[in-house]
């Protein structure tokens, strides 16, 4: 089993920056893909970015040049520096994990932007 706690989650106005961390732990063994969701109230969840053991990342359109995915493989963890929020990036933010044919979430942590 994999655990995953994310942190880094808040209120924050237009045009400003946060950074979210997830840290893994449990039954970890690479390579594996760590990952950035989220979901808007009444809106499917999308993938924000991902990036791999090697450090290949992807992004949503939505966000490149805003957003950048990093990950620390000593300490199992995924950031996500968020910059330029805008109200549209209001969501909850999921960490997943996809590791030896498994995916892992975690509990999510709530992005608001608001002025």
């Known amino acids: 089993q994999v655990q995953l706690v994310e942190s880094g989650g808040g209120l924050v106005q237009p045009g400003g920056s946060l950074r979210l961390s997830c840290a893994a732990s ?6 594996y893909v760590m990952g950035w969701y989220r979901q808007a109230p009444g809106k499917q969840r999308e993938l924000v970015a991902s990036i791999t053991s090697g450090g290949t990342t992807n992004y949503a359109d939505s966000v490149k040049g805003r957003f950048a995915i990093s990950r620390d493989n000593t300490k199992n963890t995924v950031y996500l520096q968020m910059n330029n929020l805008k109200p549209e990036d209001t969501a909850v933010y999921y960490c997943k994990v996809s590791l030896g044919g498994f995916q892992y979430w975690g509990q999510g942590t709530q992005v608001t932007v608001s002025s």
Not at 26 to 31: A, D, K, L, N, V
């Open 26 to 31: 449990g039954r970890i063994f690479s390579p």
